[in-house]
């Protein structure tokens, strides 16, 4: 078999031939669903080059230019046309199995309905055509299917007509006004209970909104239509983008690959994000749900009515979506938590690929399959590449910048580039060494001295910027970095609060007329997806975590606090001395539970610990087993003597009915069941009491550090009532999957037969497999090679199941360098197993090469 090849973004070229309008006649009818697609095709240019389209697993029956049969070549993927003809209508006729589809890619069946997900390449699985994202065309579909078992038959754009067929059929068809690639064109056809609603625009327009789920669902759909009239509001508000169709439909479904899609109009969603009541959603569901509601809201300008010239150019708009969903809701929301959860996926997942064998720039140069850069890097990191933009502009010229970007590109596939010269233009401030940020691979590093000079009353900040060498070569030349500071005082006043413009290799910066050395809190709020090397004392962060003006430095603080604890700890043990947590962390902790004033939300993140795999990623070579021991040990001192604070805590906060109240008490349980067995009695009795998913599932994780009666019991009745409700068992499977004990991986494989999971479905498959392997740090990375040989298997039945899921679940295998050589060598070894697979997927092969070599 030959090794799939690399595509370069230096390679690019305009396509040959362009589409402008495409009509697809859909007849579904299960094993073989026929389909016509009728294209106006126009060659680009002067050659004579053939017309060659794309296609995957397609069964080809018929095709004509202008009415008569034409020739063509089929071969591996591809259908070359020979033509003469400069300007021509392409009829194909064909045919697929959706069936037999459980890649989930292009046409599919989730429970009965069918279903499409054409991003990145899916639309070639539907028919042959330039499938690439910088052929816009006008669309027009007609679907028939039985009525009875698909009353609904929708697709992209606006319904123009609809009609009876003999036999029982009947059909709809649908038009979309609006150029778009064929990565967005969707289609829907089941039978769902429907939500409707209505939004007003600002320019007076009704938008009918409808929200599609299953049956017996509709009372879950609730929170997902209020989302979108949010999110819709919102995009007026803050960026004056209206929406332009006379319909939104949201379809969710639980076979899906990702979390949602932007189809223009019809965004298919997994259940996961659309189905939500307080008895079967956590409060972290109902905000996930708002958030990526929002997210594909977005993309119909960010995304949709300007689009990517190539997939190279995927931060475009998943980036600058992201950024829009991370605004709307810090605007909705508490600002800090969200800046805080924001900058936990990029500390403990982004810095993590950034240092392994898939890192890229947020612009790759190199792909072997797209679908694996779907990826933190080009989605957060792309998304702090904004931020920054946004902090060296400002709110009004940033906003500038947007406007000048849609009047620009409307209607057009575009790159990076052309983002950046919109905000240049319109903000009169050069963004050529910025651009940097979309080209180099890696974390920089910033190291951080600092010195205080009495006689001149001078402070003074030392700054140096570096990055570690990547796979992918790419150049490491110094990046402009916003690096946000505040100094505070003795008396915790703040005396300098400003944002450092750090562009040079080293830069020196002076604060003359301080009559006392500062508290410096750096890289405030966390300005720039950097790694700050600075020898703080724990008086220093102490002071931060009391006085900071910024809620987020206070949080860092105190992550910093912990961090140092732990690893001190790790040194203790490997010199074989006690191990010891210094008084004063305690009192920091306390006063966080003491304090009046700060937002409960906010306390509950500072008593959240960082996890194994957050300390992990603060090393370049982890001690793991000591790590283990030294984690469970400051977890356990902290609990320990903060066990009055916490336990006033919970018993003041249990009853109160609000999210960021339910957040802080249930961590406060956490730690007081690391106390002592007898809080288990008090997480029992939550369980029992329970009015919501929130604080069940709460009572369940805080008794889930080790098997015990008690929580066998409850994990047993958790079982029985929501048995035959998907997404909470997939709360009760992830549950088992972060169990720490040498049962967990046995556990596992028996759940593999129980009636809830399927490797067909790519949510019960993250719950189970996915967190065990991304968050059960010391259990997947058992000594005797398990916990990789359990993964690796699981990775080679997915491999012809479903590629995708395989590759984004392989993740924390391919991640092994900072491990010891005993580890490291039973990783590659399960890594070389699964390169012998015979009809390795692209997806996997990218990724296990990379990381092998």
């Not at 060659?43 to 230019?65: F, N, T, W």
Request: glycine fraction near 4%.
């Amino acid at each position: 078999m030959s090794q799939p090849q690399a595509k370069f973004l230096k390679d690019y070229q305009a396509p040959d031939f362009h589409i402008s309008h495409i009509n697809l006649d859909f007849s579904l009818a299960g094993k073989e669903t026929k389909i016509v697609a009728t294209s106006k095709v126009k060659r680009q240019g002067q050659h004579k080059a053939p017309l060659i389209l794309v296609g995957d697993d397609i069964v080809l029956q018929a095709l004509l230019i202008n009415g008569s049969p034409a020739s063509y070549t089929e071969r591996t993927g591809e259908l070359v046309i020979d033509t003469e003809l400069d300007e021509f209508e392409l009829q194909i006729s064909s045919s697929l199995d959706p069936e037999a589809n459980t890649s989930l890619e292009g046409l599919y069946m989730s429970d009965g309905a069918y279903c499409t997900q054409c991003e990145a390449e899916g639309f070639r699985r539907i028919t042959y055509f330039l499938d690439r994202p910088d052929v816009l065309a006008i669309y027009t579909v007609r679907i028939t299917a039985d009525k009875q078992a698909f009353p609904y038959l929708l697709s992209n754009g606006n319904l123009i007509e609809t009609g009876e067929l003999d036999g029982g059929l009947h059909f709809a068809q649908w038009h979309d006004p609006f150029p778009k690639p064929a990565y967005l064109f969707a289609l829907v056809a089941g039978d769902f209970d429907l939500l409707e609603d209505e939004f007003t625009t600002c320019s007076n327009r009704k938008v009918k909104l409808q929200v599609y789920v299953d049956k017996g669902n509709l009372h879950k759909a609730h929170h997902a239509m209020a989302s979108l009239k949010k999110s819709m509001a919102w995009d007026e508000s803050r960026f004056n983008l209206e929406y332009d169709l006379d319909v939104y439909m949201i379809v969710a479904v639980d076979f899906f690959n990702m979390g949602a899609m932007e189809n223009k109009g019809l965004n298919v969603f997994n259940t996961k994000f659309v189905l939500a009541d307080k008895d079967s959603a956590t409060d972290d569901d109902y905000h996930g749900i708002e958030s990526v509601v929002g997210h594909e809201y977005f993309h119909n300008w960010t995304g949709n009515r300007v689009t990517c010239r190539d997939w190279f150019q995927l931060s475009l708009k998943e980036g600058l979506t992201v950024f829009r969903d991370q605004e709307f809701s810090s605007d909705l929301g508490s600002r800090a938590v969200n800046r805080i959860h924001a900058i936990k996926v990029m500390k403990n997942q982004q810095f993590a690929e950034d240092s392994g064998p898939m890192a890229h720039p947020i612009r790759p140069e190199s792909v072997i399959e797209m679908n694996n850069f779907y990826t933190v890097t080009v989605y957060n990191k792309g998304a702090e590449v904004i931020r920054m933009m946004h902090t060296l502009l400002g709110e009004t010229s940033f906003q500038k910048g947007m406007a000048l970007y849609f009047e620009r590109h409307d209607g057009q596939a575009v790159t990076c580039d052309d983002f950046v010269a919109a905000m240049q233009d319109a903000s009169g401030v050069d963004l050529t060494q910025f651009k940097r940020w979309y080209s180099q691979a890696g974390t920089p590093q910033v190291d951080v001295t600092e010195e205080f000079n009495s006689q001149t009353s001078t402070y003074t900040l030392t700054l140096g910027q570096s990055i570690p060498a990547t796979p992918d070569g790419s150049a490491k030349l110094p990046l402009h970095i916003p690096f946000d500071i505040e100094l505070i005082d003795n008396d915790g006043q703040s005396i300098v609060n400003k944002v450092l413009d750090f562009t040079e290799a080293k830069q020196v910066f002076e604060f003359k007329g301080l009559t006392q050395k500062p508290v410096a809190s750096l890289l405030q709020d966390f300005s720039a997806p950097v790694k700050l090397c600075f020898d703080y004392s724990v008086e220093q962060l102490v002071h931060i975590m009391r006085y900071a003006s910024s809620e987020v430095a206070k949080w860092e603080a105190s992550v910093a606090l912990f961090s140092q604890s732990v690893w001190q700890n790790v040194e203790r043990l490997q010199a074989q001395q006690a191990m010891f947590i210094d008084p004063r962390i305690i009192d920091a902790f306390k006063g966080v539970l003491l304090a009046e004033d700060l937002d409960k939300a906010l306390m509950a993140e500072i008593l959240t610990m960082p996890s194994a795999g957050s300390l992990i990623e603060q090393t370049q070579a982890v001690d793991l087993d000591n790590l283990a021991l030294a984690r469970e040990f400051v977890v356990g001192e902290i609990a320990c003597q903060c066990e009055d604070e916490l336990a006033a805590t919970v018993r003041a906060l249990t009853g109160v009915d609000d999210a960021a109240t339910r957040s802080l008490k249930n961590i406060g349980l956490y730690l007081l069941v690391k106390v002592d067995n007898s809080y288990s009695s008090l997480a029992s009795e939550q369980f029992d009491q329970a009015s919501n998913m929130t604080d069940s599932l709460a009572a369940l994780t805080a008794l889930n550090a080790e098997p015990s009666a008690m929580r066998e019991q409850l994990m047993t009745q958790f079982e029985q009532k929501w048995l035959k409700t998907p997404l909470v068992m997939d709360k009760w499977f992830a549950l088992h999957a972060t169990l720490n004990h040498t049962c967990c991986i046995d556990t596992l494989k028996s759940l593999f037969e129980h009636e809830a999971f399927s490797f067909n479905n790519p949510n019960r498959v993250r719950s189970l497999i996915g967190v065990f392997a991304a968050m059960n740090t010391f259990e997947f990375h058992r000594k005797d090679g398990a916990g990789y040989q359990f993964l690796a298997d699981a990775i080679i039945k997915l491999n012809t199941l479903n590629p995708q899921v395989a590759a984004r679940i392989i993740t924390p295998l391919i991640q092994f360098k900072k491990f010891d050589q005993q580890r490291q060598s039973l990783m590659i070894s399960q890594l070389k197993r699964i390169l012998q697979v015979d009809g390795l997927s692209k997806d996997l092969y990218e990724k296990v090469t990379k990381a092998l070599a």
